[in-house]
């Protein structure tokens, strides 16, 4: 469970995960210092992990050494629509295709992004 406390600084928030805190904040366009992550950030962030962990877990599987894997994440609200758009980094010795063999691979079992083209229903109740 995450919880997500209010701080005395306007729109400055305390979130954990019950073993980990930071903070958030939102923009200063939005009324907040825009010093910590916001929640749309969050968002991208929570994009921005699985993709990663799950490129590092298709390279692991098939013993592909790599240096590095980084992964960019943008999002762009237009019209009531959320466009997520990602770029997957693999830094090791393999062709572009077969980068991008495992890129496509980590985002179609990415469990975020299959979460997030899923049906998604909100309550109240915990």
């Not at 928030?13 to 939005?30: C, H, I, L, Q, R």
């Not at 910590?36 to 962990?53: D, G, I, M, Q, W």
């Not at 062709?95 to 109240?124: R, T």
Request: charged residues 25%; aromatic residues 8%.
């Amino acid at each position: 469970m995450i919880t997500v406390k209010s701080k005395e600084a306007k729109f400055l928030m305390e979130v954990s995960n019950g073993t980990y805190s930071f903070e958030g904040d939102v923009p200063a366009a939005n009324g907040g210092s825009g010093q910590y992550v916001s929640p749309f950030e969050l968002l991208r962030a929570a994009f921005a992990c699985c993709l990663n962990v799950t490129t590092r877990a298709i390279l692991d599987k098939r013993n592909i050494a790599y240096k590095e894997v980084e992964v960019q994440v943008d999002l762009e609200e237009k019209d009531g629509t959320l466009t997520f758009a990602h770029k997957i980094i693999i830094d090791a010795e393999l062709s572009d295709s077969d980068k991008a063999k495992y890129a496509q691979m980590a985002f179609a079992g990415c469990h975020v992004h299959k979460a997030l083209e899923g049906k998604i229903v909100f309550g109240a109740k915990l």
